[in-house]
T-cell receptor, first 112, second 118 residues
Framework: AQSVTQLDSHVSVSEGTPVLLRCNYS??????LFWYVQHPNKGLQLLLK??????LVKGINGFEAEFKKSETSFHLTKPSAHMSDAAEYFC??????????FGQGTELSVKP | KAGVTQTPRYLIKTRGQQVTLSCSPI?????VSWYQQTPGQGLQFLFE???????NKGNFPGRFSGRQFSNSRSEMNVSTLELGDSALYLC?????????????????FGPGTRLTVT
């Protein structure tokens, strides 16, 4: 991807409600896209990846993302939020130059 | 299988000094990439090493350098530290690295080194 934009810098949900973290990409070719999660004082952990095999990608911890070429989107969803999901989430693209392009991150808060 | 390890975890340095950070990749991984994470700039790619060769680099000044050893361990050096170099430095390893469009370049990140420059 040439650029990756996360549309929300902060999202707050209640425990048990759905999660939607939005990501748009800009690319002149079919991109590879990833979602990573970063808990405080930890490194990034891969949640899921899209590499053109299937448009709906399932990841760890109940997360999934759908690649929509017509909308240039790769939104991350989860049906029911858990307190442990509170973290920062990064949408990441891979460009042909061999670099990862990170979105600015979305901080997810989960209220009890 | 042990994950990516980074040492030290925390570091405090003074302006003008230099610093060396270390990263040990997952066993069998030949690619190591380095990233700088700051609140203002987010995550930015520094460089990638594959089989002891720098394969790609980001837009950072020459004060930032790195190297990779034959066992794939990597070090990153920053000379003449500036206040703006204060950041979390993350290392990531992968089997095949970031080159190529169809290769599997899933990256595994270490916990990072928190560098504070005073």
């Amino acid at each position: 991807a040439q650029s990756v934009t996360q549309l929300d810098s902060h999202v707050s949900v209640s425990e048990g409600t759905p999660v939607l973290l939005r990501c748009n990409y800009s690319s002149s070719y079919s991109p590879s896209l990833f979602w990573y999660v970063q808990h405080p004082n930890k490194g990034l952990q891969l949640l899921l990846k899209y590499t053109s095999a299937a448009t709906l990608v399932k990841g760890i911890n109940g997360f999934e993302a759908e690649f929509k070429k017509s909308e240039t989107s790769f939104h991350l969803t989860k049906p029911s939020a858990h307190m442990s999901d509170a973290a920062e989430y990064f949408c990441v693209g891979h460009n042909q130059g061999g670099k990862l392009i990170f979105g600015q991150g979305t901080e997810l808060s989960v209220k009890p | 299988k042990a994950g990516v390890t980074q040492t030290p975890r925390y570091l405090i340095k003074t302006r003008g000094q230099q610093v060396t950070l270390s990263c040990s990749p997952i066993s069998g991984h030949r690619s190591v990439s380095w990233y700088q994470q700051t609140p203002g700039q987010g995550l930015q790619f520094l460089f990638e090493y594959f089989s002891e060769t720098q394969r790609n680099k980001g837009n950072f000044p020459g004060r930032f350098s790195g190297r990779q050893f034959s066992n794939s361990r990597s070090e990153m050096n920053v000379s003449t530290l500036e206040l703006g170099d204060s950041a979390l430095y993350l290392c990531a390893s992968s089997l095949q690295g970031l080159a190529g469009v169809t290769s599997s370049y899933e990256q595994y990140f270490g916990p990072g080194t928190r560098l504070t420059v005073t």
